[in-house]
């Protein structure tokens, strides 16, 4: 296994908070004895990816009383997957740990997880085997998209997974050297490889508050994924391109055969309308799918980083050790305030 950063210590959580304040404390408490009970050696770093209620001042408040914990607050609200990139990016510990602060995911695994890493696993993802409290189309909606990120990514991703699992430090090094803006971190565990192993838990029901991944950010986090690790939607269009321009040679001789051949040359009008309408709305339908991967081409080359950091607390003087990922760097000192 590798060896802590720097005197750190065994294990880093990384804990992403968006609006957490209902169960913050609670889910400190829990983690900080699930992991008392693991080991002395512990750091617990909570991000908050720009909450409006009062996740600040109350994870502020902990980190004052509780010298094994951490808090980054970002500047501003840049998305759950780079909350969790920013906690990697502090954490000094010889393995990390992802979980949610909502207390679905039980503080309790984490000694489970740590079981296998000790075996010699350096990805221990955690896969839900029963899923609490979840609605039958939000089961239905999920099973559906982990399936067909599978279907169509280059690299597979566990059944029903999301990103609580330890990773030990030689992958989240190889994290680090990923700074693409548009991430799936599950999947990107994925494509580094190493040695991976499953550990099966009951997913519990969300002890407080809204879930932050309604619809509309799951279809858009779907995207993501396959966008990010598939080309195979430009392969689709292609084949389709190539499926229609047949069609249109044989519309073509079907015209030129009616002007040659009969007598009939104005009839044939309905065929004509029809083809020209569900060419445009495919030529629509393809033009959206090359957007997607050109909007992300500009995104990248554009260069800005990954988040900036408006508060620390709990930290060494010095920055987090650097990855090769530089864009994905926190704020410069002038934005940075140090406790």
């Known amino acids: 296994m590798n060896t802590p950063v720097a005197n750190g210590p065994k294990l880093s959580v990384v804990v992403p908070c968006f609006n957490e304040a209902e169960v913050i404390e609670i889910t400190h408490g829990r983690l900080s004895s699930a992991l008392k009970a693991i080991t002395p050696s512990y750091e617990i770093i909570y991000v908050d990816d720009g909450s409006r209620d009062a996740t600040p001042e109350l994870l502020s408040a902990i980190q004052q009383a509780d010298p094994n914990t951490r808090f980054i607050r970002l500047s501003r609200n840049f998305g759950h997957q780079i909350a969790v990139t920013a906690g990697i990016e502090y954490a000094r510990g010889a393995a990390?740990?992802?979980?949610?602060?909502?207390?679905?995911?039980?503080?309790?695994?984490?000694?489970?997880?740590?079981?296998?890493?000790?075996?010699?696993?350096?990805?221990?993802?955690?896969?839900?085997?029963?899923?609490?409290?979840?609605?039958?189309?939000?089961?239905?909606?999920?099973?559906?998209?982990?399936?067909?990120?599978?279907?169509?990514?280059?690299?597979?991703?566990?059944?029903?997974?999301?990103?609580?699992?330890?990773?030990?430090?030689s992958v989240t090094t190889a994290l680090k050297r990923m700074p693409e803006r548009h991430r799936m971190l599950r999947a990107m565990t994925s494509w580094v490889g190493f040695r991976q192993v499953s550990v099966p838990y009951v997913r519990a029901e969300r002890f407080a508050g809204e879930s932050k991944y309604p619809l509309k950010k799951m279809i858009a986090?779907?995207?993501?994924?396959?966008?990010?690790?598939?080309?195979?939607?430009?392969?689709?269009?292609?084949?389709?391109?190539?499926?229609?321009?047949?069609l249109s040679a044989l519309g073509i001789l079907y015209a030129l055969m009616m002007r040659l051949l009969t007598d009939v040359w104005v009839p044939g009008w309905t065929?004509?309308?029809?083809?020209?309408?569900?060419?445009?709305?495919?030529?629509?339908?393809?033009?959206?799918?090359?957007?997607?991967?050109i909007g992300r081409i500009y995104s990248e080359a554009k260069g800005r980083p990954l988040y900036l950091v408006m508060q620390e607390l709990g930290f060494e003087p010095s920055p987090p050790e650097p990855g090769a990922a530089q864009t994905a760097a926190a704020a410069p000192a002038a934005d940075r305030q140090e406790v």
């Open 96 to 169: 990390v740990v992802l979980i949610d602060a909502d207390l679905q995911d039980p503080p309790e695994v984490i000694a489970d997880l740590v079981a296998k890493w000790e075996q010699g696993y350096h990805v221990v993802y955690a896969q839900r085997a029963v899923r609490q409290g979840e609605s039958h189309f939000k089961l239905w909606t999920a099973r559906i998209f982990y399936r067909l990120i599978n279907r169509l990514s280059e690299v597979p991703i566990p059944l029903d997974t999301g990103d609580f699992r330890l990773m030990d430090r």
């Open 221 to 246: 986090f779907a995207l993501d994924g396959i966008v990010s690790f598939s080309a195979i939607p430009l392969k689709v269009v292609t084949f389709f391109g190539f499926g229609f321009s047949a």
């Open 271 to 293: 065929l004509i309308f029809i083809s020209v309408m569900l060419v445009g709305g495919l030529q629509f339908i393809f033009l959206g799918v090359i957007g997607e991967y």
